[in-house]
Protein backbone atom coordinates (compact mmCIF):
# COMPACT_ATOMS: atom_id res chain seq x y z
CA UNK A 1 0.00 0.00 0.00
CA UNK A 2 2.60 2.53 -1.41
CA UNK A 3 0.79 4.88 -3.66
CA UNK A 4 -1.28 7.67 -2.13
CA UNK A 5 -4.88 8.20 -2.53
CA UNK A 6 -5.79 10.25 -5.59
CA UNK A 7 -7.60 13.01 -5.09
CA UNK A 8 -11.37 13.63 -5.40
CA UNK A 9 -11.55 10.33 -4.71
CA UNK A 10 -13.45 8.58 -1.55
CA UNK A 11 -10.86 7.40 1.38
CA UNK A 12 -13.38 4.26 2.11
CA UNK A 13 -13.89 3.39 -1.37
CA UNK A 14 -9.94 3.74 -1.97
CA UNK A 15 -8.70 1.57 1.15
CA UNK A 16 -11.12 -0.88 -0.15
CA UNK A 17 -9.90 -1.25 -3.28
CA UNK A 18 -6.36 -1.54 -1.55
CA UNK A 19 -7.57 -4.31 0.76
CA UNK A 20 -9.26 -6.19 -2.14
CA UNK A 21 -6.19 -5.86 -4.90
CA UNK A 22 -3.87 -7.09 -1.83
CA UNK A 23 -6.24 -10.19 -0.79
CA UNK A 24 -6.28 -11.06 -4.65
CA UNK A 25 -2.56 -11.33 -4.84
CA UNK A 26 -2.38 -13.44 -2.33
CA UNK A 27 0.01 -11.31 0.32
CA UNK A 28 -2.55 -12.22 3.20
CA UNK A 29 -2.46 -15.87 2.45
CA UNK A 30 -0.66 -17.98 5.35
CA UNK A 31 -0.04 -15.01 7.46
CA UNK A 32 0.67 -16.12 11.21
CA UNK A 33 -2.73 -16.24 13.03
CA UNK A 34 -4.90 -16.50 10.10
CA UNK A 35 -7.93 -17.81 10.66
CA UNK A 36 -7.74 -17.60 14.86
CA UNK A 37 -9.08 -14.84 17.00
CA UNK A 38 -7.60 -11.83 17.82
CA UNK A 39 -6.40 -12.59 21.22
CA UNK A 40 -8.02 -10.44 24.16
CA UNK A 41 -10.44 -9.00 21.81
CA UNK A 42 -13.12 -9.17 24.61
CA UNK A 43 -10.75 -7.39 27.43
CA UNK A 44 -11.23 -3.75 28.34
CA UNK A 45 -9.07 -1.24 26.35
CA UNK A 46 -5.97 -0.83 28.47
CA UNK A 47 -3.30 1.79 26.99
CA UNK A 48 -0.27 0.02 28.06
CA UNK A 49 -1.26 -2.99 26.91
CA UNK A 50 2.24 -3.60 24.79
CA UNK A 51 4.01 -2.90 27.78
CA UNK A 52 2.07 -5.71 29.85
CA UNK A 53 2.82 -8.42 26.53
CA UNK A 54 6.30 -7.79 26.47
CA UNK A 55 6.74 -8.09 30.38
CA UNK A 56 5.08 -11.04 30.31
CA UNK A 57 6.71 -12.35 27.11
CA UNK A 58 10.28 -11.88 29.33
CA UNK A 59 8.85 -13.05 32.56
CA UNK A 60 9.04 -9.54 34.19
CA UNK A 61 6.85 -8.44 36.61
CA UNK A 62 6.98 -5.42 38.66
CA UNK A 63 5.74 -3.85 41.95
CA UNK A 64 6.19 -0.96 43.31
CA UNK A 65 8.68 -0.77 45.81
CA UNK A 66 7.12 -1.36 49.32
CA UNK A 67 5.61 -4.59 47.76
CA UNK A 68 8.66 -5.66 46.58
CA UNK A 69 10.24 -4.92 49.83
CA UNK A 70 7.42 -7.06 51.41
CA UNK A 71 7.74 -9.95 48.93
CA UNK A 72 11.52 -10.11 49.68
CA UNK A 73 10.80 -10.64 53.06
CA UNK A 74 8.38 -13.17 52.97
CA UNK A 75 10.92 -14.95 50.66
CA UNK A 76 13.85 -14.36 53.24
CA UNK A 77 11.47 -15.90 56.39
CA UNK A 78 11.00 -18.91 53.83
CA UNK A 79 14.87 -19.55 53.29
CA UNK A 80 15.61 -18.61 57.20
CA UNK A 81 13.43 -21.70 58.14
CA UNK A 82 15.15 -24.02 54.73
CA UNK A 83 18.42 -22.43 55.90
CA UNK A 84 21.15 -25.56 57.01
CA UNK A 85 22.46 -24.01 59.93
CA UNK A 86 21.64 -21.08 62.93
CA UNK A 87 24.55 -18.62 61.39
CA UNK A 88 22.94 -19.01 57.93
CA UNK A 89 19.63 -17.92 59.77
CA UNK A 90 21.01 -15.36 61.41
CA UNK A 91 22.56 -13.76 57.92
CA UNK A 92 19.27 -13.82 56.18
CA UNK A 93 17.57 -12.38 58.73
CA UNK A 94 20.10 -9.21 59.34
CA UNK A 95 20.07 -8.83 56.08
CA UNK A 96 16.18 -8.28 55.26
CA UNK A 97 16.08 -6.35 58.49
CA UNK A 98 19.03 -4.06 57.00
CA UNK A 99 16.67 -3.55 53.89
CA UNK A 100 13.52 -3.12 55.91
CA UNK A 101 14.97 -0.51 58.27
CA UNK A 102 16.00 1.31 55.48
CA UNK A 103 12.42 1.67 54.08
CA UNK A 104 11.34 2.37 57.13
CA UNK A 105 14.39 5.47 57.58
CA UNK A 106 13.32 6.66 53.91
CA UNK A 107 9.76 5.27 53.16
CA UNK A 108 9.54 4.14 49.24
CA UNK A 109 7.22 5.24 47.48
CA UNK A 110 3.67 3.43 46.76
CA UNK A 111 1.17 1.92 50.15
CA UNK A 112 2.89 1.59 53.18
CA UNK A 113 5.42 -0.81 54.01
CA UNK A 114 3.39 -2.17 56.65
CA UNK A 115 6.84 -4.31 58.20
CA UNK A 116 8.98 -3.71 61.22
CA UNK A 117 12.34 -5.74 61.56
CA UNK A 118 12.38 -9.53 62.39
CA UNK A 119 13.02 -10.72 65.96
CA UNK A 120 16.38 -12.60 64.66
CA UNK A 121 15.99 -14.83 67.98
CA UNK A 122 12.32 -15.96 67.40
CA UNK A 123 13.17 -16.83 63.74
CA UNK A 124 16.11 -19.08 65.48
CA UNK A 125 13.93 -20.37 67.61
CA UNK A 126 11.70 -21.44 65.10
CA UNK A 127 14.31 -22.65 63.02
CA UNK A 128 15.40 -24.90 65.85
CA UNK A 129 11.54 -26.19 66.76
CA UNK A 130 11.09 -26.90 62.83
CA UNK A 131 14.53 -28.67 62.95
CA UNK A 132 13.25 -30.62 65.91
CA UNK A 133 10.12 -31.86 64.07
CA UNK A 134 12.00 -32.54 61.35
CA UNK A 135 14.73 -34.96 62.75
CA UNK A 136 11.93 -36.32 64.78
CA UNK A 137 10.25 -37.87 61.99
CA UNK A 138 13.29 -38.66 61.07
CA UNK A 139 13.73 -36.16 58.02
CA UNK A 140 16.94 -35.29 58.32
CA UNK A 141 18.39 -36.11 61.84
CA UNK A 142 21.52 -38.54 62.15
CA UNK A 143 21.03 -42.04 62.53
CA UNK A 144 22.17 -44.23 65.45
CA UNK A 145 25.33 -46.67 64.76
Known amino acids: MTERKPPGVDFET ?6 REA ?3 GEFDELP ?7 DLDQPYDDLWWVRKKMSREGLSYL ?7 KE ?13 EPEVRRIVA ?5 IRAALRMPPPGPPLGLEPFDAEEIVREWHQ ?5 EG ?5 RRPA
Do not use: F, H, Y
Open 14 to 19: WADRQI
Open 23 to 25: AER
Open 33 to 39: GMGRPLP
Open 64 to 70: PPALALR
Open 73 to 85: AEDALAAARRARS
Open 95 to 99: GINER
Open 130 to 134: GRGER
Open 137 to 141: RGGGG
